[in-house]
């Protein structure tokens, strides 16, 4: 056991963001810019002469496709921007044959029918020309935001009109804008006609989906369109991040937006104090289930001088081979215990943000949510409690609620996760979609989880046919929790039911000393995000569009009234499930400026803090030098 005290002086004089009780739960940023659903779809259907044949049921595939389309209307949300585009429904023969019969508008399920019911297929297949148009038919978001654009092209075969060639539009337009994806359904095709959707797909950071029949395109287009219309809801302040540390824009504890092009990278700016805690987090949101490799790196950096780092790390892609899926990074200054480390001065510090790729299979740019917040030192006189590095009672082997499910609907993403408890819970999950909930974990509390993916109806694969489920811990800073040898993130996934077990080691202050990243991060309370993917190759395995997914959660041990040594039990709280403006404010999004420098005063002024240590483990991280790589 090592006790004492370090008298540390805040002489930086940048005038700190707004004090909040030192060492207590993180609280919501108030964030700014874009925020709510802001993405658009805009459906382009092949009305050619061969939609006239017969799909095998005794109707013909224009007919099975006018059913699909109803189908999709019908599930999409109240309002979402939705338009129509077709070719080959006005001539025999005419390769400039394409038209906008529903403009790209507030949803009106009715007329889209109706402009569907009205089309007839009679001439050739423009698919690149079609593709051009589609584009300029999605309207940019407004006000700064950032959303997904949607092309969703359905064909029951290829392009026999050669200019422009469908896979070259398809590339240039995903490289032109950020959020633009290009989903293809291939309507009973094969051969050349489904090696050019596929290429499609590919190029234009989308997903290929087969449809052998007109169940399976009425299911495939539903898919495509719920994933378009549940993209992650972004949020926060506009900021460009330069390419040098010279130019890097300055931030201050808040939430903030950019985007990152393949092998760029970006700094920025903060000044920080000599004994505050720092965090910094990265999300990047490729388009999901786009095409990426194991090559594909999200890695942050603490740069404190030209040579030097504090904390590095890198987030890798569950199965690259399954497409995308968010991607965060993040990292902390913590001043040591002792002081005087290099990263323990006060100054300016950079954050580095790098998305390395070697085979560069997404070259579209890709948004980029940045969390900055600072946790203030505990006060003068508090002894902190010792670290918790061990799972104890919350083990893989620890008994979890049972019971009847109650339903509940994830959120896209860290600013809409779901307030869930400790319960039993149900959802459903998209091929290639990532749902996020949220959990409050006091003081001494530890969470600890089941994932259970349902057992689906398949629609006669082979039983070799696989596709992944994986979920992610985060802490309230948003820094991923990895397994720590305990849990596996991952599981393999063929309809059949499978489990995720996953957790994390009770909440002490003293934790940020511990260096193994399954503790670490886990050093202060507040709302811990729990994220759950589905591999976009479920979509060839299950018959249902959506899977149904169980989750079983708990929070152990009695939440303490603070980090102190010996802290009193806390008064009980309830939370219920739901996404209220109180629930918002208190849970965070991620910790965007939730606690401010301890006792601020103005600026230039030094403040003497006093802080008491107790440690009964040895285990003491590196402060100054650390490299981590994610699970």
């Known amino acids: 056991m090592w006790t004492g005290a370090a008298l540390l002086a805040l002489g930086t004089g940048v005038p700190p963001a707004a004090a909040a009780p030192a060492g207590g739960a993180f609280a919501a940023p108030a964030a700014s810019g874009a925020d709510g659903p802001s993405g658009s779809l805009v459906m382009v259907l092949d009305s050619s002469g061969s939609m006239a044949d017969d799909d095998g049921t005794g109707r013909t595939r224009m007919e099975s496709a006018r059913k699909a389309v109803g189908t999709v209307v019908d599930g999409l949300p109240d309002g979402y921007p939705t338009g129509l585009r077709v070719y080959g429904a006005d001539r025999a023969r005419g390769c400039t044959d394409t038209r906008l019969v529903r403009p790209v508008r507030e949803l009106d399920r009715a007329a889209v029918k109706r402009a569907v019911a009205a089309v007839r297929p009679k001439g050739d297949t423009p698919i690149g020309l079609s593709l051009q148009k589609a584009a300029e038919d999605l309207p940019e978001p407004s006000g700064g935001a950032v959303g997904t654009r949607t092309i969703l092209l359905v064909s029951d075969g290829e392009d026999n009109c050669g200019a422009p060639e469908p896979c070259e539009v398809a590339e240039r337009l995903g490289k032109e804008g950020v959020g633009l994806r290009i989903d293809t359904v291939g309507f009973q095709v094969r051969g050349a006609a489904r090696e050019q959707l596929e290429c499609v797909a590919a190029a234009g950071n989308g997903r290929y989906y087969d449809a052998p029949d007109a169940a399976a395109l009425a299911r495939q287009l539903q898919r495509a369109a719920q994933l378009s219309a549940d993209g992650y809801r972004l949020r926060g302040e506009r900021i460009e991040g330069a390419a040098t540390r010279e130019k890097a824009p300055a931030l201050v504890p808040g939430q903030y937006l950019d985007t990152i092009g393949p092998g760029e990278t970006r700094y920025y700016a903060a000044e920080l104090d000599a004994v505050s805690t720092a965090d910094f987090s990265a999300t990047a949101v490729p388009q999901p289930g786009t095409a990426v490799d194991m090559f594909d790196v999200l890695r942050t950096t603490v740069v404190h001088d030209a040579d030097g780092f504090c904390q590095s790390e890198n ?225 060839e395995i299950a018959e249902n569009p959506q899977i149904g997914l169980v989750l079983r959660v708990s929070v152990l041990g009695d939440e303490l009234a603070g980090p102190e040594h010996n802290a009193p039990v806390a008064a009980k709280k309830s939370y219920k499930a739901g996404n209220s403006t109180g629930a918002g404010d208190s849970g965070g999004t991620g910790g965007a400026g939730w606690t401010g420098i301890a006792a601020a005063v103005g600026a230039g002024a030094a403040v003497v803090v006093a802080v008491g240590f107790v440690f009964v483990r040895g285990r003491r991280g590196r402060a100054a030098r650390t490299t981590r790589g994610s699970a």
Request: net charge positive; hydrophobic share 30%; proline share 9%.
């Open 315 to 539: 987030a890798n892609f569950p199965r690259p081979d399954e497409g995308a899926t968010p991607l965060t990074s993040a990292v902390a200054r913590i001043p040591s215990e002792k002081g005087g480390g290099t990263c323990d001065r006060a100054g300016r510090y950079w954050l580095k943000v790098e998305r390395e790729t070697r085979n560069n299979p997404d070259a579209a740019r890709w948004p980029l949510e940045i969390v900055h917040g600072v946790e203030a030192p505990l006060r003068k006189g508090v002894t902190p409690a010792q670290s918790r590095p061990e799972y104890g009672e919350g083990g893989e082997d620890a008994v979890l609620p049972t019971g009847e499910p109650e339903d509940v609907r994830g959120g896209t993403g860290f600013n809409d996760a779901r307030r869930i408890g400790r319960g039993v819970w149900r959802d459903r999950i998209l091929p290639a979609q990532t749902l996020w909930y949220k959990v409050p974990v006091g003081w001494g509390q530890q969470v600890r989880y089941d994932v259970e993916f349902a057992n689906e109806p398949t629609v006669g694969r082979t039983a070799t046919t696989y596709s992944y489920g994986a979920s992610r811990l985060f802490t309230p800073a948003r820094f991923p929790v990895s397994g720590g040898g305990e849990f596996s993130p991952t599981t393999l996934y063929s309809g059949r039911p499978a489990v995720i077990r996953m957790g994390g080691v009770p909440v002490a202050w003293t934790n940020r000393y511990e260096y193994p990243s399954a503790v670490r991060p886990v050093h202060v309370g507040g709302d811990f995000y729990i994220s759950v993917t589905l591999g976009s190759q479920a979509a």
